[in-house]
């Protein structure tokens, strides 16, 4: 006889039915699963984890309760703690000593618990559904005073709990389902997705419960149960999407939720006798909507209700169909069990409706015909009247201008003025311009000043917060505004900030009002080619207008701010005047007392301004206006400088812009070099936070779609705090961005004969120049390209000149028999200046000799044709144009050793800096072959 099971054989009937039973049966029998009753409700499970965990629910509205007796009662019955009172198993924590209680004895053997404490657990049957008897805003509170003295503890919940639904759960943030009414969900987020495909596709589950979002952690109270009635899935650029088709079943709330499912309790209508008054009246007022409604199957539902006097459920189908009711209104209807206030809200939104479509105007008047009524006078009139009394504009100007303490003088000529407007038509042109200068004149800060008082130590504090580096420039701005302390006056010297652009001299002007308690105005002079700009055009002109210094104060309303006037060297004389000569009056101590506007035509104290400019290129501003300045010169950052500005600064300031938390973005030191380095070419750090910002978008945009908890456009990517930005990054964000710079110092390496690099200083700061040489046979004759100014020029004759002079001496084949051509690349540019006299002499002594320069040194210096080397400007610049041009050498002129002290240690320490005097010196350190016999 063989086994039905294994095949194994046996001589007996009896033999082969044991060996099955033992063998087989009983593992199939125990493979079988198992089904687990709740003690209390006795509702049915498959596995006791899911029992165990179902009996712990019951527990969770009374907890505390059950808690507070079990503490009192284990302090009675043992001194030591976490010791059981039933069993007096010791347990090692509190929580494990709650867990064993629950497991050990009220899920197991709920009868010991009973018997052994004195709480009882009494179920009371007759309690029908204990929810009715509170309602939504009920807390533990409630809960408790319906519970009975601790010796007799009634948990009124256990009756309830046939009622549990254990459901898959959706989330929506947009559209609520209530119960009757059907609805599609578009199921796009990952979890959403993962809840259907686990169990709706395969038909396991045919109710669901649709939970709703509030925010991306938080989850409304209450929720509905749905009935699935198809699942609709179609693909979108190759993701796959699903819509349900739902139809509310009833009100849930949630009680605990997992990943996908929920555990949840049916919430039931409350109705008491008013109901019936409220429904019929409700009825009088939905009837003709009902009537009306062009959706056949809800019409006759909606009948249907509305004959059974179902007023609950006639209420929740009528609100599903109105429009214009907003997500928080709908959760606030679905969550209210009580069916008199869900009838009240909805007669208020139909009331609401009503009057809303009745203050549109009707469709009849034309749009054209609206605008004409809003404009028509006599509409005005009857406004103005009903308000009150509307001033006159003249009326409004004078009580203004009397109000305000004019100085002496000015207030008999501008009160006698207001009397000619008075006495003028108002239909004359005279009569617009006379009041605007009115006006002007009464919103004119003419005695009102800011009370400030210069602390030096708030100061010195605001300007070290907010600016990193330029340690010579606070310094002396300190010193600045401990002399105005002093003299207790800001008028007498007015500092410029002159350097490069993005370098921080606005920055560093509003940090000066902030530590002065001053207002800040900005007066942008770029392109300024009209004196009347500055000064106001004469109000006998049409158009006339105030200038921009008049009506920046304007704008501060005080007479005392810090205006800055940015750009001075931007400002052009043209046909209409001077607006530097402008510019003078009002810069100059000893007559801004009495500032002449042309347009307000009467004397502008301007004393207790504090003036401040800026300028790139000092070259640039008038003689006579530059010396009304103190100038304070600013050069450009360093790779570590800008390193540390954009960590202590930039970054936070970009990210703040674009409301990221610090936590969500690290940009560690790496990917802010790269980007110093491969993106950026300039002397301050504009582009750098320019750049910075543009990262700051990429991680905005990642944020946002994480946290997008718009059910439209339900995507929920998978997103790691922080998200780290490496050079790598760098790369991909900035594609396209990146600097050539680079690769044209490399591109001309290895250098050969006669070329090498220069430096020279523009607006944007430093650059590294090359110089060109070559010879070819001839007389000695000198070309030169490269758009050269006439001092340029000049210094390519005296190093050619000085070369002829020493060849002989320094044993190299003189350029006579040569013709020589010497150009300067970027052509298009013009060049000038004399320090690249040691670059072009060092390009031909190149050429004489044949020997190249040497390719990671930049040159910079007058010489003069006795062959000394000159001090020349900008070297700070010119060495970090040249540290950021990865060069490693810079030759200077040692008269420049005062400047080249104060370059930053970094600087001095990673660039090899060598201090020539004379030519001889400047060839020895240039030429590649450093054995030169001669020097
Ligand atoms: N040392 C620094 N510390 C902190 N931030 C700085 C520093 N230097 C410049 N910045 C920042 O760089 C940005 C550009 O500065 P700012 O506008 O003041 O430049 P600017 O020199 O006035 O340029 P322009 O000549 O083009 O007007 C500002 O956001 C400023 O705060």
């Known amino acids: 006889m063989e086994c039905r099971h294994c095949c194994r054989t046996f001589t007996t009937v009896k033999e082969v039915r044991e060996h099955e039973r033992v063998s087989h049966e009983e593992k199939v029998r125990r493979k079988q699963p198992q089904r687990w009753k709740c003690t209390y409700c006795h509702l049915e499970f498959l596995s006791r984890h899911g029992r165990d965990s179902h009996v712990v629910t019951h527990f969770s509205n009374v907890m505390d309760e059950v808690w507070k007796s079990l503490d009192d009662m284990q302090h009675e019955v043992s001194a030591m703690l976490n010791e059981c009172p039933i069993c007096s198993c010791v347990m090692g924590s509190r929580k494990s000593f709650r867990m064993h209680v629950i497991h050990r004895h009220l899920i197991i053997d709920p009868e010991t618990f009973i018997s052994k404490t004195n709480v009882k657990v009494e179920v009371k049957e007759e309690v029908e559904d204990p929810l009715y008897e509170r309602n939504l805003e009920a807390d533990a509170t409630t809960l408790r005073r319906s519970l009975g003295p601790r010796d007799s503890l009634s948990l009124p919940f256990f009756t309830n709990c046939s009622m549990t639904l254990e459901l898959p759960i959706v989330f929506v943030a947009n559209g609520v389902v209530l119960p009757g009414a059907s609805l599609k969900l578009p199921i796009r987020s990952k979890n959403n997705m993962g809840t259907v495909e686990k169990y709706l596709l395969d038909k ?5 419960a649709v939970g709703y ?7 409304f109270e209450a929720a509905t149960q749905v009935a699935v009635q198809q699942v609709t899935c179609w693909t979108f650029n190759s993701h796959v999407q699903y819509t349900l088709h739902v139809v509310g079943l009833q009100r849930i709330s949630v009680d605990r939720i997992s990943t996908s499912t929920c555990v949840a309790t049916p919430l039931r209508d409350v109705t008491d006798e008013k109901t019936a008054t409220l ?8 009837k003709p909507f009902i009537e009306k409604s062009d959706n056949v199957e809800i019409t006759v ?19 599903s169909q109105l429009k214009n009711v907003s997500y928080v209104q709908q959760l606030e209807f679905l969550a209210s069990r009580d069916v008199n206030a869900r009838l009240q809200l909805c007669s208020q939104w139909i009331e609401d409706q009503i009057s809303s479509t009745r203050s549109v105007p009707s469709s009849g008047t034309s749009s054209l015909q609206k605008a004409l009524a809003l404009k028509d006078p006599q509409s005005w009139k009857k406004v103005s009247r009903s308000t009150g009394g509307h001033k006159s504009p003249v009326q409004a100007v004078e009580e203004k201008l009397k109000q305000m303490a004019l100085p002496e003088g000015i207030q008999d000529k501008v009160m006698g003025e207001v009397e000619r407007l008075k006495s003028m038509n108002a239909t004359q042109s005279e009569h617009n311009v006379l009041l605007n200068w009115l006006e002007l004149v009464a919103a004119l800060p003419w005695n009102v000043s800011e009370n400030t008082e210069i602390d030096l130590i708030k100061a010195r504090t605001i300007l070290e917060a907010s600016h990193d580096a330029m340690d010579d420039v606070k310094q002396r701005v300190l010193e600045h505004l401990a002399v105005c302390k002093l003299n207790d006056s800001v008028n007498g010297v007015i500092l410029c900030f002159s350097g490069p652009p993005g370098i921080g001299k606005t920055s560093v002007a509003r940090a000066i009002a902030q530590s002065m308690g001053r207002k800040f105005q900005r007066v942008s002079l770029g392109g300024i080619r009209d004196e009347s700009d500055i000064r106001g055009h004469r109000r006998t002109y049409v158009a006339s207008m105030p200038g921009r210094i008049i009506e920046a104060l304007k704008t501060c309303r005080v007479n005392n701010p810090v205006i800055l006037l940015d750009e001075i060297d931007k400002l052009y004389a043209g046909n209409s005047g001077s607006p530097s000569a402008a510019l003078l009056e009002l810069l100059d101590p000893e007559q801004n007392n009495a500032f002449h506007d042309h347009y307000l035509n009467l004397p502008f104290d301007m004393s207790n301004v504090m003036f401040i400019a800026t300028a790139n290129d000092l070259s640039n501003v008038e003689p006579a206006l530059r010396d009304r300045l103190e100038i304070i010169e600013m050069s450009g950052y360093g790779l570590k400088e800008k390193l540390n500005i954009a960590r202590r600064h930039l970054r936070a300031r970009q990210l703040l812009k674009h409301g990221i938390c610090p936590d969500y973005l690290t940009l560690d030191d790496g990917a802010i070099e790269t980007i110093i380095e491969e993106y950026t070419m300039e002397a301050g750090v504009r582009q750098l936070e320019r750049h910075i910002a543009s990262v700051c978008r990429y991680a905005a945009l990642k944020l946002a779609e994480a946290c997008n908890d718009d059910v439209q456009a339900d995507v929920v990517p998978d997103l790691q705090l922080p998200i780290i930005v490496t050079p790598l990054h760098i790369h991909r964000i900035l594609r396209g961005k990146q600097m050539n710079r680079i690769k044209v110092v490399e591109s001309m390496r290895p250098l050969p004969p006669g070329v090498c690099f220069g430096l020279s200083v523009t607006a944007d700061g430093g650059r590294v120049m090359p110089i060109e040489a070559s010879k070819s046979d001839g007389n000695g004759k000198v070309t030169t390209t490269g758009k050269l100014g006439k001092v340029l020029e000049e ?10 002079s020493n060849a002989k001496r320094l044993e190299m084949t003189p350029l006579k028999n040569y013709d020589i051509h010497v150009h300067l690349p970027e052509g298009g540019i013009g060049k000038d200046g004399p320090s690249a006299g040691c670059g072009l002499a060092a390009a031909l002594a190149s050429l004489a000799t044949e020997t190249p320069l040497r390719s990671d040194t930049a040159i910079t210096g007058e010489i003069s044709l006795s062959g000394h080397v000159l001090p020349v400007g900008g070297i700070k610049e010119k060495v970090l144009a040249a540290q950021r041009e990865r060069l490693q050498r810079v030759v200077l002129p040692a008269a420049n050793r005062q400047q080249i002290e104060k370059l930053d240690d970094d600087v001095k320490r990673e660039m090899e800096l060598v201090l020539v005097e004379n030519i001889d010196q400047v060839i020895a350190a240039m030429l590649e072959n450093r054995l030169f016999s001669k020097l």
């Open 279 to 286: 429904g019929e009246e409700f009825l009088k007022i939905v």
């Open 204 to 208: 396991s589950s045919k109710t669901i």
């Open 213 to 219: 979002r509030l925010s991306q952690e938080k989850m």
């Open 301 to 319: 539902q909606l009948k249907r209700l509305a004959e059974e006097k179902n007023f609950g459920a006639l209420v929740d189908l009528f609100v």
């Open 795 to 804: 210094s390519v004759h005296v190093a050619a000149a000085w070369l002829a």
